[in-house]
C-alpha cells in the first residue's frame, strides 16, 4: 500500500510518479547544511552518482547544484566555452533551441545542426559539420523531451574523437539519466547534465551533472573568468570535491531535503544492475510504442533506432487536439502530457514511462495507461463524429 | 507531538526548525508543473509574497526560483545593471563580498562602502558615497549572516531617494525577511531577495525576490542582453506572470514540493499580523542578548540599533574557539553555528533564533538554548583552566 493519497498516475515526461521512501525522505527534519550527518549524505550522494553514470575516473566530478535542469546549460556555456568560440548544437527538438540560446547569451557562437521534427541530424552530417570549424563543444540532447527523439550519444562521441579529438561531448540528459544507457567513460563524454525529475525518481530543484577531468582541464586554463557567478565552476568545483571526501564546505546552501531524496532514489536505482533497468525500460517502451501502433497512431519519432525509451510522443489524428484527449485521460486516472515542439505542439501529446511506473512490478501504471489511452482516443473520434 | 524524528535543535542562521505541516507538505505526491492544481498552488504563492512583503503595487513582481538564496545575487547583477555601470555595495560583513563579485562577474562596477566587523557604513557615508557618482543600484545587506549587523533599510532608502532617486534599492533579505519588518512599498524599495530556508521557514532550494516596477523597467530598457540565461528576467518574468493570473506556463520545472511547503510556511505567517511577528522576534532577541550580556559575552555587533533580532553573533572568550563550545552545546540537544566572517571565523559563535523556534509558544527551543549556552560556556571555560 502507498502512504501517498489517491492521486491520478503522472505520466508525463517528468515530474513521475515517486517511490514511498523517496517521498518520505523529503520529510527529513531541519539539518544545518554543514554538519557530519548531512556532509555524509550529500558526499555519499555524489559517489552514488558515479555509479548511475557508471564512472570511475577519479579525474571526473559530479555535481548537484539547487536549480533546475536548465541551470545545467548555464554551467556548460558559462564555463566550458569562451566569448566568440563555436558551439555545434545538434537539434533534435524544442530543448536544443534554449540550450543554443543560452549558450548564445555567454557569447558562444552556436551552431545548430536541424532535422525534420522526430528525425535526427546524420552521422554524415555531423562527421562533415565537425570538420568545418574546430568547435570547441558539441551537444547533443540525448532524449529530446518535447519528440521524444534518441539520440546515439556512443556512435556521435566516437566521432568526435576521431575527427575532432579536442572538442567537448556535452550531454543534455534530462530526460535519459536513469533511463537510457549511459556509459560515461567507456564513450569517453565529457559532460552529461540532468536534472532529479525525471528518470532518477526524485522530485524537480536540482541540478545535477558529471564532468570530466578533461572539461574541468579546460575549464581551469580558460582565458577569461567563469561568464556566470551562480554556475560558476570556480563556486562550485571545491564544494563538491569537499563534501565528497566528506568535509563540510560552503558556497550556497544545499537543498537538503532534496538531496535527501536524491540518496534515496540513487540508492535503489544503483542496488540492482544498471543493465537491468535499461532493459525493463526498453521492454516497457516496445510494449506501449506497439499498443500505439495498434491503434493506428504514429510516433514523432518515426525510425525505432530514434525512438526513446523513457517516453513516447504521438501524433493525433487530424482534427483531434490535446485537449480532445487529455481530460479523456484524466478522467481515467492518467496524467499525459500535451506536444511542446513550437511547430507542432497542438497537434501531439506525450506519455512519459520512467522510474517506478515502470520498474515497480507492483504498479500497473503502464497496463492502466495504455487501456486509457484506447479508450479515450475512441471517445475522443466518436466525440467528433470520427 | 512533532511528526519529526527527536533531533537536536537546529539554532543556526539558517536552516531553521520546521513546523510539522511545512515539512508534510514536502512529501506531496507526484503533479505535473502545469496542472491547474499545481498552478494555483504556485500563484497564491506568488499572491502570499507580496503579503509577506507588504506590497500591493501591481507594478511590483514576486518571483520563486529553484535554486539557492545566492541566484538571487545573479538575478540583480545579470538583469538591473550593465556592464561598466556602477553599483555601491553596502558592507556589513561577509556576503557583502560575494554580492561585489557577483556584480563584477557580469561586468558591473562594484564599490565597497566597508565597516568594521560589527558595524555599518554611517548614513554620511552613505550619502556622500551616493553624490560622488550617479550609481545604478545600490545593495544592502539588510542582516549580514555572517556577523548579524541588521542595516536600517528604511532610512537608506530615504537618503538614495532624496539624494539619488534612479539608484535602485536592492536589499539582499536572506537572513531577514520573515523576522525583521520590510514594507516594500512604503519604503518604496526596487529589489528585496531572499531564501526559502531561514525566517520563512522552508527548507532550502528556493530563490525568492520581490522586484518593483521600476527596476522592471529598468530591465526592459537595458541597452544589452540579459548577461545571465537561468536568471534572465526575459524568461522568468512572463512565467511568474501567468502563474500568478492561473495560467500555466513553462521556462524550466518548477520545483513542485519545494513550492508546496512555502505556501504552507506564507499561510500561516500572513494569517497573522506581520507586527506581531516582528515583536515576538524582536522580544525573543533581547532576551538572548540579555542572556548573553549576562555570561559577560560580546556580540559583533555592539551598538543595540545594529543588531539583528534574528541571530546574534558572540564572541568567545580568548583562548575559546568554536570547537570547543559547540560540541558541548550539541550534547545538550542544540546547535550553534561556527563564525563565517572570513578575518574572523574561529572566535566567534552564531545562535540563530528564527520561525518556529521563537512563534511557536509550544517549544522551549530559546530558553533550552540560553541554558545550554551558560552551560557549555561554563564547562568549557573549566576544561581549559579558566
Redesign the interface.
Known sequence: MSS??P?PT?L?P?????DDAV??S??H???????PAFVKTFGETLTLLRKLFQSTNPAAQPFVI??????G??VV?SNLIEKGEDALVLHTGYFADSFA??LQ??GANATQLKAPIGERPSFEEIELALKEKPYKVITITHVDTSTGVLSDIKRIAEIVRRVSPDTLVVVDGVCSVGCEEIAFDEWDLDVVLT?S?KAIGC???LSILLMSGRAIDRFKTRQS????????LGNWLPIMQNYENLKPS?????????VHALHTTLSQITSRPLAERFATHAQASDRIKAAVADLGLKQLATKPENQAHAMTAIWLPEGLTPPDVLPRLLKRGV?F?AG?HKEAATKYIRFGHMGVSVTDPGRKDIDNAITALKEAMTEAKQAKGQ
Not at 517528468?14 to 515517486?18: C, L, M, R, S, Y
Not at 539547487?66 to 541551470?71: D, P
Not at 560552503?250 to 532534496?258: D, E, G, V
Open positions: 501517498q493519497a492521486h503522472l508525463i517528468g515530474p513521475i510518479e515517486f517521498l518520505q523529503m520529510s527534519y531541519a539539518e544545518s547544511h554543514v554538519s539547487a536549480g533546475s535542469g536548465t541551470l546549460w548555464d556555456a540560446a543560452c547569451t555567454y536534472a525529475q522530485p524537480p530543484g573568468p567563469p561568464a556566470s557567478y551562480y554556475a560558476s560552503y558556497f550556497a546552501t544545499p537543498p537538503t531535503q532534496l496524467i502530457a511542446l
